[in-house]
Structure formats: C-alpha cells, structure tokens
C-alpha cells in the first residue's frame, strides 16, 4: 500500500514540503489547512480545510485515512494544532516530525525588546513609540485595543478581526518585501517602533533590517515553547529525511 502523509500546513515549508512528496513514486500527501485564509495558493496533493475536533479528532482522522506519517509545518504560534498533532501521534503510534524554520537571531545594531506574549508587547508599547507598525497578523489584536495615544499601522494578508485600537491604518499586503520596500513604508508612516512575532523566515525579515537601518526599537513576541518530547527539524530536507520515502 502506497505511503500516506498528513501535512499540517499553512507555511512556505509546508507548501515546498507537498511539493516535494509529491515527486516520491507511490507517496500520497494530504495538506491540512486551518482555512484562516480565504484564497491559498495551489498545493501538490490532496488539500482538506477545517479542523479535526481536537486532539481525539485527528487521532480518529489519522486511522479512518491509514496515516503513515504526519508532519506539522504549521506556523510556529500554532501552539494548539502542534499540541493536538503531537496527543495524536502518541495515541496512534503514527511517527510525526515537526518541521520548524529557525526564528531570527538579533544582530549587531537591533534594538530589541523581547516579550512572551502580546499583552506584554502592548504594554511596553507607551515607553518605545507613538507611531507602532504592528506586523504580529490579523488575529489577537484585542491586545492592542485599549491603547490609547498610538497610531497603528497593520499589515496582514487578509483584513484583520476586531477590536482594534482606535487609531489603526490597515495595510493588506504578502510578502516577501525588500529591504528597501520596508525602509520606505517605515519612513512614509513616520513609523517609531515596530511590533513581530518571531515568525522566521526570509519572506518578512526585511523589516527587522529596516528597522535596524533607521535605529527603531523592534518588540519581538518570542514563539511558544514546543510540546514536552517533541523536537523539531529546521528545514524541508531534514523533514524528508526523516520521513525516509525514498528519492525523488
């Protein structure tokens, strides 16, 4: 019986991932996506959208479906999903690998200022700026709402969920963005701090070395912390070696 992979996506990796499984002879590759986005891009393989109903949901899934593999590539503040996927495997006993792009080391010049949470980003917000472009997407910017006095500028793919601050400018907009792109909408908003979750990535790092450029404060919304005895792999090669299915 040909291999099945169940591939929790949502990411680049993810989408390079399917692609990949997609060539290995006899491999079957299902992406799961959360359907926060209403238009995703073309996938290689099966898709299916929705949830499973938690943890027992998707154990019930991987067995109805002969599962023989599942890989979470799903964005790495999806702690409830990794949560659920990692509770699945170990009911099912189905081998699961956690593919996670590395998070952004600061560098020489930044002026960070690490938090573990959105609350605690927005009430350090007052101290850093008045002027804030908040790039942390389209969900939990309930944090944020209560502020009074700063200006918001908020970039997302898609129009983000109320309650939002008072004082917003939504900006609809995917990467990836350049350098250069980034300076200019840091300079023409008269931006003075910036807002990130440690998302990873080349697609959206171009900010952090705009901000750098111009001497802003960046407040960085540190990632979760993974599972108890789960571990990841950093990139779309490590996770197919694990995976072992043979070349493409």
Same mark, same amino acid.
């Given at each position: ?44 393989? $099966? ?62 010049? $930044? ?68 350098? $250069? ?16 979750? $440690? ?50």
């Amino acid at each position: 019986m040909s291999p099945h992979v169940l591939l929790l996506g949502g990411t680049t990796e993810a989408r390079e991932l399917a692609a990949e499984l997609a060539t290995r002879p006899g491999v079957r590759v299902t992406t799961s996506l959360a359907g926060r986005v209403s238009r995703p891009g073309a996938l290689e393989g $099966d898709v299916r959208t929705g949830g499973f109903g938690g943890a027992d949901g998707l154990a019930r899934w991987l067995r109805e479906h002969r599962v023989d593999a599942v890989v979470d590539a799903t964005h790495p503040f999806a702690s409830g999903i990794t949560a659920n996927a990692a509770r699945a495997a170990a009911a099912t006993g189905i081998p699961a690998v956690v593919l996670r792009r590395p998070g952004w080391p600061p560098g020489p010049g $930044d002026r960070w200022h690490p938090v573990d949470s959105l609350a605690e980003a927005a009430a350090l917000l007052p101290a850093l700026g008045r002027r804030v472009f908040l790039t942390t997407g389209r969900l939990g910017l309930a944090a944020f709402a209560e502020l009074a006095g700063l200006h918001f500028l908020v970039r997302s793919v898609e129009a983000p969920e109320p309650p939002l601050p008072a004082d917003t400018e939504v900006l609809l907009a995917r990467g990836p963005f350049t350098p $250069d792109d980034e300076t200019r909408l840091l300079r023409g908003h008269r931006i003075d701090v910036l807002v990130t979750k $440690d998302s990873g990535g080349a697609a959206t790092a171009a900010k952090l070395t705009a901000a750098r450029d111009l001497g802003l404060p960046v407040v960085v919304v540190r990632r979760p912390p993974l599972p108890k005895d789960v571990s990841a792999v950093p990139d779309v090669a490590s996770a197919l070696a694990l995976l072992d299915l043979g070349p493409g």
